[in-house]
């Protein structure tokens, strides 16, 4: 008699497991707190995850920073590009960064700018894509601007409707450069009207910064930094050395300063006078990039420590006399998925509530995770689950009398003698 494994363990383990990973994840975005009045940034930026869903409507409708989590393809780890929400708490990814990553960058998410108010990004356009777009994180609406068939373009900075943007006819990338610089152009974008102007004098940059109103630009050249106004006329030139680095937020909030890093430094530059002067502090985390200010005496740095754990710190620091505060910290986790390529919403740093966060909301667990754990499951308590013979089979054996054990001997034939 044939035998078989009953389905209903499978089927039940496949149920519970499936439960066990949807129904959290239910629970948690019905109970998800409110936006807070003011902006939060967590004591503890969270870990690299596997699990981060990808923007949806409603998620973030604004972030407090984007950056990149991972750098190039690693065991355990793929680049992400993630969308920190103003609550302090919502971690996304900016699908559509991963999506435009140029082939030079070794899986990098393409780069990404946010808005002074965080709610919305500019995504580069590498690989000759011709374009450049801006993403509204509350709803995922994508605008194009065309910057030239097989042009390459790069955001670094905004103010307004105003993005500086580093534009070459090669792919621009810092892999394919032995001190991972760039050496490229700049180029002005209006958002408001999409026309792109070119600065046509202003080569071999580096990156750069935009001024809160517009008017001036700092860029980093191979002969230190430059200072120019909005058409591209240089004011100062040869300011520090070209080791000193700008971030796209360099500038102080009233235009007057701006901060650029080396490596253990921060050097505050004022321009307000006919002559930059400068004030240098040292600065630890050792390895760092002013990111944002805080007010126009208090700049906003991050960076690694050197110890090579892939430890990220952000710090407050005082730009007169030097001190600071550590006030958040990013620490990777068995991935080791290092913090990397940061940009704040310059308008919302001023307001941040600094305070620990509870649980970072990482969205609902995605469905092809569940159904891969319920169908394992299933499969192991399936062939765990012991053979039988069906019910009817062991009834019909039950009522059927066992055959004789012994031949009877054969009637006889014929006459006995």
């Not at 707190?33 to 409603?58: D, H, I, N, R």
């Not at 004011?235 to 050395?241: K, M, N, S, T, V």
């Not at 620490?331 to 620990?356: H, K, N, Q």
């Not at 765990?384 to 031949?407: C, F, H, K, N, Y």
């Given at each position: 008699?044939?035998?078989?494994?009953?389905?209903?363990?499978?089927?039940?383990?496949?149920?519970?497991?499936?439960?066990?990973?949807?129904?959290?994840?239910?629970?948690?975005?019905?109970?998800?707190?409110?936006?807070?009045?003011?902006?939060?940034?967590?004591?503890?930026?969270?870990?690299?995850?596997?699990?981060?869903?990808?923007?949806?409507?409603?998620?973030?409708?604004?972030?407090?920073?984007?950056?990149?989590?991972?750098?190039?393809?690693?065991?355990?780890?793929?680049?992400?590009?993630?969308?920190l929400g103003a609550d302090g708490s919502t971690y996304r990814r900016l699908s559509v960064a991963?999506?435009?990553?140029?082939?030079?960058?070794?899986?990098?998410?393409?780069?990404?700018?946010?808005?002074?108010?965080?709610?919305?990004?500019?995504?580069?356009?590498?690989?000759?894509?011709?374009?450049?777009?801006?993403?509204?994180?509350?709803?995922?609406?994508?605008?194009?601007?065309?910057?030239?068939?097989?042009?390459?373009?790069?955001?670094?900075?905004?103010?307004?409707?105003?993005?500086?943007?580093?534009?070459?006819?090669?792919?621009?990338?810092?892999?394919?450069?032995?001190?991972?610089?760039?050496?490229?152009?700049?180029?002005?974008?209006?958002?408001?009207?999409?026309?792109?102007?070119?600065?046509?004098?202003?080569?071999?940059?580096?990156?750069?910064?935009?001024?809160?109103?517009?008017?001036?630009?700092?860029?980093?050249?191979?002969?230190?930094?430059?200072?120019?106004?909005?058409?591209?006329?240089?004011?100062?030139?040869?300011?520090?050395?070209?080791?000193?680095?700008?971030?796209?937020?360099?500038?102080?909030?009233?235009?007057?300063?701006?901060?650029?890093?080396?490596?253990?430094?921060?050097?505050?530059?004022?321009?307000?006078?006919?002559?930059?002067?400068?004030?240098?502090?040292?600065?630890?985390?050792?390895?760092?990039?002013?990111?944002?200010?805080?007010?126009?005496?208090?700049?906003?740095?991050?960076?690694?420590?050197?110890?090579?754990?892939?430890?990220?710190?952000?710090?407050?620091?005082?730009?007169?006399?030097?001190?600071?505060?550590?006030?958040?910290?990013?620490?990777?986790?068995?991935?080791?998925?290092?913090?990397?390529?940061?940009?704040?919403?310059?308008?919302?740093?001023?307001?941040?509530?600094?305070?620990?966060?509870?649980?970072?909301?990482?969205?609902?667990?995605?469905?092809?995770?569940?159904?891969?754990?319920?169908?394992?499951?299933?499969?192991?308590?399936?062939?765990?689950?012991?053979?039988?013979?069906?019910?009817?089979?062991?009834?019909?054996?039950?009522?059927?009398?066992?055959?004789?054990?012994?031949?009877?001997?054969?009637?006889?034939?014929?006459?006995?003698?």
């Amino acid at each position: 008699m044939s035998t078989r494994r009953s389905p209903l363990p499978a089927l039940l383990a496949a149920v519970v497991v499936c439960a066990a990973i949807v129904v959290p994840a239910l629970i948690a975005e019905g109970t998800r707190p409110q936006p807070a009045a003011e902006p939060v940034f967590p004591t503890e930026v969270s870990a690299y995850s596997w699990w981060t869903a990808a923007l949806a409507p409603g998620d973030v409708p604004a972030a407090s920073a984007i950056y990149q989590n991972g750098i190039g393809v690693e065991f355990l780890d793929l680049p992400q590009a993630i969308a920190l929400g103003a609550d302090g708490s919502t971690y996304r990814r900016l699908s559509v960064a991963e999506r435009r990553s140029a082939r030079a960058d070794q899986g990098d998410p393409a780069r990404s700018l946010l808005s002074g108010d965080g709610t919305f990004a500019l995504v580069a356009g590498p690989g000759g894509r011709g374009d450049l777009l801006a993403v509204t994180l509350a709803d995922g609406s994508e605008r194009s601007f065309d910057i030239g068939e097989g042009r390459h373009a790069m955001p670094t900075s905004i103010a307004g409707d105003t993005v500086l943007l580093l534009t070459d006819d090669k792919e621009i990338s810092r892999y394919t450069d032995a001190e991972f610089r760039l050496h490229v152009g700049l180029s002005i974008l209006d958002l408001a009207s999409g026309e792109i102007t070119a600065l046509e004098q202003v080569r071999d940059v580096d990156s750069a910064a935009l001024s809160p109103d517009g008017s001036r630009i700092v860029a980093r050249t191979g002969s230190g930094l430059m200072l120019l106004d909005a058409d591209g006329i240089i004011l100062a030139d040869g300011i520090g050395d070209g080791q000193w680095y700008i971030d796209g937020d360099a500038w102080a909030p009233d235009g007057a300063r701006f901060a650029a890093t080396d490596v253990g430094e921060v050097h505050v530059v004022d321009v307000a006078g006919v002559e930059p002067t400068i004030v240098s502090h040292p600065v630890d985390p050792q390895y760092s990039s002013a990111i944002g200010w805080r007010d126009a005496d208090t700049v906003l740095v991050a960076g690694g420590d050197g110890s090579g754990d892939n430890v990220t710190r952000f710090a407050w620091v005082d730009v007169d006399s030097g001190a600071q505060e550590v006030f958040s910290t990013y620490r990777p986790d068995f991935t080791g998925a290092a913090m990397g390529s940061i940009d704040v919403a310059r308008d919302l740093v001023a307001a941040w509530r600094v305070e620990p966060v509870a649980q970072a909301d990482r969205g609902g667990t995605p469905l092809w995770l569940a159904v891969v754990a319920a169908a394992l499951a299933a499969g192991v308590v399936w062939l765990l689950t012991p053979r039988r013979r069906p019910p009817i089979a062991e009834a019909l054996a039950e009522q059927v009398p066992s055959a004789p054990t012994d031949t009877p001997e054969p009637a006889s034939r014929g006459w006995q003698t």
